[in-house]
């Protein structure tokens, strides 16, 4: 992932912003405090900061949440304070993969957000959470901050692929893996979020 110099500075007034900008070392994995708050400032910005969410730091399994309390591996929006969780073993099952598929989990859970606030999409099928995938995708895309790279691109897909699941008839199903693959990367191309509906 690389950031977006320019725009970067319009948009957040944080210390991540590297000096040399031609240098490699912005290419390299950036740490998980840099990917929340940028895919979070980059997303709000899209949303023309309206019904922002709140969007914590990684919890460890057992700690406190505005919903219940949070158990391992997992990452949610909780509606009871508008507000987006992720476990510390999460963010670091994303980083098998790379800093992106971080921003994607982000993206995801910022898409239930929206899909909340503003009343569309919300019946927690399975089609639901395909849309936060796609969204997430578009996120990914659209945000003005944040450079995705092939690798990045890949590593978001292989992410995607591999929380799909076949529990077709559980409440839990989020879609399978060509599903879910195929939902993120429909958002990571299109050029406008109504794609995803
Ligand atoms: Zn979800």
Request: charged fraction near 15%.
């Amino acid at each position: 992932m690389k950031i977006n110099i320019v725009k970067t500075l319009v948009l957040i007034s944080t210390p991540i912003i590297s000096f040399i900008i031609n240098n490699e070392s912005i290419a390299q994995e950036w740490h998980p405090d840099a990917v929340i708050q940028s895919m979070y400032a980059g997303v709000a910005y899209i949303h023309g900061y309206k019904a922002i969410p709140r969007v914590y730091r990684p919890i460890p399994p057992g700690g406190r949440t505005g919903c219940a309390p949070m158990i391992a591996m997992n990452a949610f929006y909780c509606k009871l304070d508008h507000s987006i969780y992720i476990s510390t073993d999460m963010v670091k099952f994303a980083y098998r993969y790379g800093d992106a598929a971080l921003a994607y989990i982000i993206g995801h859970e910022y898409a239930h957000a929206m899909q909340n606030a503003y009343g569309f999409n919300q019946n927690n099928s399975h089609i639901t959470e395909l849309q936060a995938d796609c969204l997430s995708g578009f996120y990914m895309k659209a945000v003005p901050n944040i450079v995705f790279d092939q690798r990045d691109i890949r590593e978001i897909q292989a992410l995607a692929y591999s929380i799909g699941d076949h529990n077709v008839w559980s409440r839990q199903h989020h879609g399978t893996p060509p599903q879910r693959l195929k939902a993120v990367t429909i958002g990571m191309s299109a050029s406008h979020p109504s794609a995803c509906f």
